[in-house]
């Protein structure tokens, strides 16, 4: 592999930053051989001059780009002019430490394929970060754990510094419209080795920040397109199908065994309560089995190796989580009806919304971990 490295830079009016980037870029990688390749978006606020002109001194580019389609697709378009097999990404103002890049770059050349700069590992953060901001970045990341599975290594799958070999990406189909870049080379990229660096995400000194609440809410639907993309919709619907014909199990064995079984009705008092109820525990276990073995073969085939202590293991886990599950769904039913009083249809619904979530996640989580 060629140890050369190029450095893509999306920026937006960042004129104010370029030269200390680029000069402390240089130092830091005094001995590295590099470029640095700044992706602008038609800033028009004298970047490109000042480029030009910083180009006699140091190995830099700009590349304007003169309608403006967002920093994701920036990145992407940077991989294009970037001639290393070594990617460094980063931001123009400063945020992303420049002394960093050497120990991520490393990584790299000790066998990582993608190595990134982590705020949420031991030894990194965010300075000046309140409460609001840091709740939303770590559910942001919670999101990305829990709905995309190839971000759960990673603790800060979100970060915009990174480095990657070039060929985690060369076939990747990568959506320029996704604003969180490395999320998407997570999910698509080809890449099995990732490395965490910490580093401190320091507070912007010079330019203005970009983001705002509708990148935030774009957030989410990004999520919704990777889930699409990879599978993982599919996934869950597939979740839902084999949840309703649990239902069909459940209520069908219930009455075979109480019309035809001699079980009676749990609503039959005067038989006492124990035949109708040992019947509905019997169709509800049996539900819980029939919808562990579709789980397995179908909604997560891709993840059900492993012999038969491991299947076993899966089951007794899937039957845990079922069954809290269950437990969850008549507290939030009660507490909905009960508690707030509100109608008793509707509180039986949100319990149901809230216990499907429940076991969707944490099987996916822990029963066919990935
Ligand atoms: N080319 C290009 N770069 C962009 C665009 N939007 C943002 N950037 C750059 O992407 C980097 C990150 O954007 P910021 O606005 O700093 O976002 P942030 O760092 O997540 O948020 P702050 O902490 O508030 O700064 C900066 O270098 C921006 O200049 C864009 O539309 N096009
Ligand atoms: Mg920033």
Not at 88 to 99: F, R, S, T, W
Not at 112 to 130: H, L, N, Q
């Amino acid at each position: 592999m060629n140890r050369k490295i190029s450095l893509v830079i999306p920026a937006y009016k960042e004129k104010d930053n370029i030269e200390p980037l680029v000069t402390r870029l240089s130092a830091a990688l005094a001995g590295y051989q590099f470029e640095i390749v700044i992706m602008d978006d038609n800033s028009r606020d004298g970047s490109e001059e000042l480029v030009q002109s910083l180009s006699a001194q140091f190995p830099v580019k700009i590349i304007v780009r003169r309608d403006k389609k967002g920093l994701a697709s920036a990145v992407v378009d940077g991989f294009e002019h970037a001639a290393s097999d070594i990617i460094v990404v980063m931001d123009a103002d400063l945020q992303h430490p420049p002394e960093v890049v050497p120990s991520l770059v490393e990584a790299i050349y000790q066998g990582a394929d993608v190595a990134i700069g982590s705020r949420y590992i031991e030894g990194g953060g965010c300075e000046g970060w309140g409460v609001v901001r840091r709740i939303i970045s770590k559910g942001a990341a919670f999101i990305s754990h829990m709905f995309l599975p190839s971000t759960r290594k990673i603790k800060d799958p979100m970060s915009g510094f990174f480095v990657i070999k070039r060929e985690v990406v060369k076939d990747a189909k990568l959506n320029p419209s996704g604003f969180k870049i490395l999320l998407e080379i997570l999910m698509l990229g080809k890449w099995k080795s990732a490395v965490e660096v910490p580093f401190m995400f320091v507070t912007r000194s010079r330019g203005e920040s970009k983001l705002n609440a509708k990148q935030q809410l774009d957030y989410l639907k990004h999520i919704y397109s990777l889930m699409q993309r990879t599978g993982e919709l599919v996934r869950l619907i597939k979740f839902c199908i084999v949840g309703g014909s649990g239902v069909i199990v459940n209520l069908g064995l219930y009455a075979l065994l109480t019309r035809y079984a001699g079980f009676t009705s749990i609503a039959d008092i005067s038989a006492g309560i124990l035949s109708g109820n040992i019947a509905l525990t019997i169709s509800i276990e049996t539900s819980i089995i029939t919808n562990f073995i579709l789980n397995n073969f179908f909604t997560f085939s891709d993840r059900n190796a492993g012999g038969i202590v491991s299947f076993f293991k899966r089951l007794l886990n899937f039957n845990l989580i079922c069954l809290i599950g269950a437990l969850i769904q008549i507290g939030i039913t009660n507490l909905f009806a009960v508690v707030i009083g509100l109608h008793d249809i509707i509180s039986v619904l949100i319990g149901i919304v809230v216990a499907f979530l429940w076991n969707y996640l944490l099987n996916n989580f822990l029963t066919w971990k990935k």
